[in-house]
């Protein structure tokens, strides 16, 4: 045998076992999979979905599944998908949606499940109200306390094109925080590259800047925030976060603020506004936003305590307080939209959705990082009527955080870990005018396996009707740019 | 002797490549056994068609699919040598074959041989990495096969398109991730990793004899504590080496810690019921490794979430254990529905040692946690001993004695300590002693000891006085 033959023989016998391998070890199941007698993963059965959504990719998450056939109808048209792996082109899916906004889509599908003919039937429904076509994330495996190689990314959920905004590859492996926008806008956003070469970057009209939002008094630099609809200001929030463990296993980790204040950032004029009553010594302030009209912020307010000994005793309450846009000055009076101490828990990461109307926040029975509360709620507070409702209907068996608006205030996006309770993954829902909810489904993807095998948590997802353009060089240049320092204003 | 010499001369080709061969599997079988281990440990390759597209894609996708399918093999004994041996041999072969066909024999013999001791030194001062050593044999394949090229007027856009070929299958051959450009093997590295391999394996005699070289080093002492502690010896033994302070009984999880120290740390809090802090140590190893995958840490998260009651969590993991070829059979076994009575006894006794009470600390608190295990617990023995060799490494018998009062356990150490405690209190008598189980011959001991202490270094009255002298000479 030549020295060829026999490498050959080796290289097709690697192929041939890797195939069979490949062939033979899916037995895995769902980690949260749908009801019924098939079951999906992930869940798309009775949802309301946009009918600009990339296509809902599932898989029949059962052990011994063979001879699946998945029939979509709407409108008289009919698309049949055969195997175990329902994954659309985007063509196809694009087609059965182009005339389905306003309708149900009916599913019938059968597949033999242990030798056994099993049929299930279910709808989701198309809504005419579309979605903001851009969501950024940043992945981060669930430590919170550690980076390597973290990345944020700008993806379009109308399909599956990703765009990494900024990493680590172009950043010396910098730690990075969440990117966000303010009104939806791809043109008025920011994000934070952390580090000895850092800065908040900011990208106001397409053009970008680095900043130091930082002046000597403040406890850190900033941190939470949100942009002002002017693009004038910013209101943040500053924190010294403490990073600590349960002892309880099912709990994780609980992060707290050992001290935090608000401030207000002035970017015309490069000027932190640091006033005494957002930055009390008893008190921790954080989470700020502003309304839509961006007279008000809200914010989260609590007593200060020894921590983390009395962390379950700290609840923060959620105020409203007038804004001046002239001066960026925060008002001295506030109303309390959420009162910790009368309903017994604690607010966080307030977001006013654009129409004005509804106020969405997260409750957890104590703290400042809900994120392994499995208890923790969103919230929905009408700031028209001041009632205020928990989203039971949507709530899943672990945390639910971290929310985000549609321009159209009739979808927003959120983190979950429900499933594995480890991993974030973003969670759509539809809110009709009266401010029901529907059924939450997660981020489609090109794989219906990727949740499976994806080690990374979805972090801060945020909607925003364009896109921003940022790219991983832009995020290289404004690494290598040294930052604009602020002042304090006088 | 003559026909001996020729059947050399006639045959040293081969020889030659026999030499290497065996010289590099000598070496990573016999004296540098746990680097390739150690990547198998960090590597994880999924017979997934979905996950092999996903992953393996862009600039240098061939190099580090090999590398992963290779990597996994490491588990088996052997096979990490047998893969990295016929590597190296084969990288030495084609530079010998590029050489040869225009240098003489004995210089393309040399610059193999360079070539081959290069390669082989490259990665053996860091852990070895697989996809650099083949990166650099499909280079060298492709340096071949343009040099092999007869047509003239097409060589230069056939070379063209080879480079673009290997740039695309095996990434940029100069990468700063290629390792040093010359390295020489850390022994000691290499025992430290031993180690951690072994504490994970949790072969603790292993633990002990290769902990003995380095006992100085808090990661080695730790290792040295921690497998004591599993064979119910942690009291006699702990101060058998000169221990530095209670800091090498158990590491605390910070960002100002190493990533080595930081996975260290989780195993004698996975050992002793702390599934929050063991948690996190895994999911800080797996955010450092390599692909941030890694089959020990997806094992690890694995077993804290079956034993934690957290079933979701543990099938993820477990789902992408299935789907390997050497985890597959165990994944299968604690799949939750589908365990043993024994495997679920196994579980269910690790599950008693977990705190039943919650509170907030951070993982340098380490008596707080301690103390905690023991009230959830209190049949946690080795909880008990390391609270209570705690307290005497940070010399605080107060807090020794109030925990020791509760639970007597057995050791010397304990039995000297309570002498140094009752005779600071003016209660040294025969009778206190024997209250607090101390027998006579530790009462006699101490009093030789007193006569003459560099004969009883092992003893706590020794420890204590060594460190008596450094404050008085401070």
Known sequence: MTQNTTFRILAAAIVVTAFLSCSQMDISTAVDGSKGPLVIYPDYKEVTIPANIAPLNFRYAMADVHNARTTFTVSGKSVCIKGTEVEWTIKQWKTLMANAAGQTVSVKAQAVVGGQNITDSWDFYVSTDSIDAYLTYRLIEPSYQMFNEVSLVERCIENYKETVICDYRHTDNSCMNCHIHSQQRGDLSMYYIRGPHGGAILNRDGRLRKLTLNVKGMLSGTVYGEIHPSGRFGVFSTNIILPSFHTVAGKRMEVYDSASDLTVADFDNNEMINLPHIARDDKFETFPCFSADGNYVFYCVADTQTLPQNIEQIHYDLLRAGFDSQNGHIGTSTDTIWNSRKNNGSACHPKASPDGRWLMFTIADYGTFPLFHTESTLYLADLITGSVQALDAIKGNKSDTYHSWSSNSRWFVFASKRGDGQYGKPYFCHLDEQGNPTKPFVLPQRSSRFYGYNLKSFNVPDLGRESTGLTVRDAYIMFKTPSEPFKQAE | ?474
């Open chain 2, 1 to 474: 002797m003559k026909s001996f010499k020729q059947t050399i001369v006639r045959h040293k080709k081969s020889i030659a490549v026999a030499a290497a061969f065996l010289f590099a599997y000598g070496f990573f079988q016999f004296a540098y056994p746990y680097h390739l281990i150690r990547r198998e440990q960090m590597a994880l390759f999924l017979f997934d068609w979905d996950y092999i597209g996903q992953t393996y894609h862009g600039t240098g996708w061939m190099s580090r699919f090999v590398s992963d399918f290779l990597e996994q093999f490491f588990l088996l004994p052997a096979a990490g040598p047998f893969t990295i041996s016929l590597l190296l041999t084969l990288i030495a072969l084609v530079v010998y074959r590029i050489c040869n066909r225009h240098l003489s024999q004995a210089a393309s013999l040399s610059i193999a041989i360079f070539s081959y001791v290069w390669c082989f030194l490259r990665e053996t001062g860091n852990l070895y990495t697989t996809r650099y050593t083949l990166a650099v044999a499909g280079y060298l394949f492709i340096f071949l096969a343009i040099t092999s090229i007869k047509n003239k007027k097409n060589k230069p856009i056939v070379s063209i398109l080879l480079i673009v070929l290997g740039i695309w299958a095996f990434g940029s051959p100069v990468h700063k991730h290629y390792g040093r450009l010359l390295s020489i093997p850390r022994f000691n590295y290499e025992r430290l990793i031993g180690l951690d391999s072994e504490v994970t394996r949790e072969r603790w005699d292993k633990v002990l004899k290769l902990s003995e070289k380095d006992l100085y080093m808090t990661e080695a002492s730790y290792c040295y504590n921690l497998a004591q502690a599993m064979k119910g010896n942690l009291s006699e033994s702990l101060l058998n080496h000169s221990q530095n302070g209670a800091s090498t009984l158990l590491l605390r999880i910070s960002t100002d810690r190493s990533v080595f120290s930081n996975t260290l740390a989780g195993e004698a809090w996975f050992q002793l019921g702390c599934m929050t802090i063991a948690e996190q140590s895994a999911i800080i190893s797996l955010q450092a490794s390599p692909n941030h995958t890694g089959a020990r840490y997806i094992k690890r998260l694995a077993r804290v979430n079956l034993i934690s009651g957290e079933y979701s969590a543990a099938q993820k993991y477990l789902n992408l254990l299935t789907k390997t070829l050497f985890y597959r059979k165990w994944a299968q076994s604690v799949m939750p529905g589908h365990q043993s009575e024994h495997t679920r006894m196994q579980f269910m006794e690790a599950s008693m040692r977990m705190a039943k009470t919650d509170f907030v600390h951070h993982s340098n608190e380490t008596r707080a946690i301690l103390l905690e295990q023991i009230r959830s617990n209190p049949q946690n023995i080795m909880a008990r001993h390391y609270l209570l060799c705690h307290d005497l490494l940070s010399y605080d018998l107060e807090q020794f004695i109030e925990d020791y009062s509760g639970y007597m356990l057995k050791g010397h150490i304990y039995q000297e300590a309570i002498l140094i405690w009752l005779s600071q209190h003016n209660q040294l008598t025969q009778q206190n002693a024997a209250r607090y189980g101390v027998d006579n011959a530790t009462a006699n001991m101490m009093q030789r000891f007193f006569r003459n202490p560099d004969k009883y270094p092992h003893t706590y009255w020794y420890y204590y006085m060594r460190a008596l002298e450094e404050e008085y000479n401070q």
